[in-house]
């Protein structure tokens, strides 16, 4: 179970369906029995859907902008198990892999980010 607040809303992923608070009651938004729900986060004046098939190690993650979701990063992305997702801006995005690390996608040039620690030989 995940929950989020977006545009004064309140969200809520349970098992593989996304609902959407409406007064006393929920009502189901989007649902994928391919995927599995990973995260959902308010970025950027949308909600962020990270997700995971894998059984073929594929990921992705859907934006909501409160009307239709866009897939906004695919499966042909490289990133088998995306964890995490957040917008900087209109043109940055960071993105965690749980098997490849972090992230920074920016106007769709993909860079990895390796701070010092015992991934990286730069250990001060």
């Given amino acids: 179970i995940d929950v989020e607040v977006f545009n004064n809303e309140v969200y809520a992923v349970v098992r593989d369906t996304l609902f959407k608070q409406n007064g006393n009651s929920w009502n189901a938004i989007y649902s994928d029995t391919a995927y599995k ?4 986060r308010t970025s950027l004046n949308q909600l962020l859907i990270c997700e995971t098939d894998t059984a073929f190690n594929a990921s992705r993650i859907l934006s909501y902008n409160g009307n239709t979701f866009t897939n906004i990063f695919p499966n042909g992305s490289g990133l088998g198990s995306i964890q995490d997702a957040l917008f900087i801006n209109d043109s940055v995005m960071y993105i965690a892999d749980l ?19 015992p991934g990286s030989g730069n250990i001060a």
């Avoid at 729900?37 to 959902?40: A, D, E, R, S, T």
């Fill in 99 to 117: 098997n490849t690390g972090l992230y920074r996608i920016e106007n769709e040039k993909r860079e990895s980010l390796i701070p010092n620690g």
């Fill in 37 to 40: 729900f990973v995260n959902i």
